[in-house]
């Protein structure tokens, strides 16, 4: 009997050690959602038929046409087509009260950072802007994430990672508890 309330216990404390650490790893803000260039969304707020236009992130410039739409206050949609088809499309999340933490984990997850965005003809407040490809007007219109290899850089993160490697050792050291009292 005493065995199994020591058993009780540590899977208690266990939960309770798992349910705050949770909750305070994944108390990060969430982006929203992006409409593709291939069916774009929302209100234009520029359109350029022609010209150089650049794109947070890559130091090359394109030459071709950029339409911008705001798709939410905080979602904006840039879809660059240069003259060579090969699109590019910059989600602009705008983030004035994100802490510091968690723009440098977005950033780690292929995010760029731009404190101002007037520098880019939006707000002056900062955004975080992430790039995709897509195709411009052709048969292939599929849209994927610079950056991803066959989309195998979004299957995890350090979080749960660590989550199960601490779950892991719990369990080896419960593990271990219980067959060393019943030896």
């Given amino acids: ?3 199994i309330n020591i058993f009780l216990q540590i899977i208690i404390y266990f939960s309770l050690f798992l349910s705050a650490f ?5 108390a990060t803000s969430i982006p929203p959602d992006f409409p593709s260039c291939v069916n774009p969304q929302g209100s234009i707020i520029a359109n350029y038929s022609s010209g150089t236009h650049g794109v947070p992130g890559i130091v090359t410039s394109f030459q071709g046409t950029d339409t ?26 705008k983030i004035p009260a994100l802490s510091r933490e968690e723009i440098e984990s977005f950033k780690s997850q292929g995010w760029v950072f731009v404190p ?36 195998l850089a979004a299957t995890g993160n350090i979080v749960t990672i660590y989550g199960l490697f601490f779950t892991g050792l ?13 030896s």
């Fill in 116 to 151: 101002d965005g007037l520098v880019w003809g939006l707000n002056p407040t900062a955004f975080l802007a992430r790039n995709a490809n897509f195709s411009c007007g052709g048969v292939s219109a599929a849209v994927t994430s610079v950056g991803d290899v066959l989309g």
């Fill in 68 to 93: 911008v739409y705001a798709v939410t206050k905080e979602a904006i949609v840039q879809c660059l087509c240069p003259v060579n088809g090969e699109g590019v499309q910059t989600n602009w999340w």
């Fill in 22 to 26: 949770f909750t305070l790893a994944f």
């Fill in 1 to 3: 009997m005493r065995k």
């Fill in 170 to 182: 719990l369990s080896l050291m419960v593990g271990y508890l219980l067959n060393r009292r019943n």
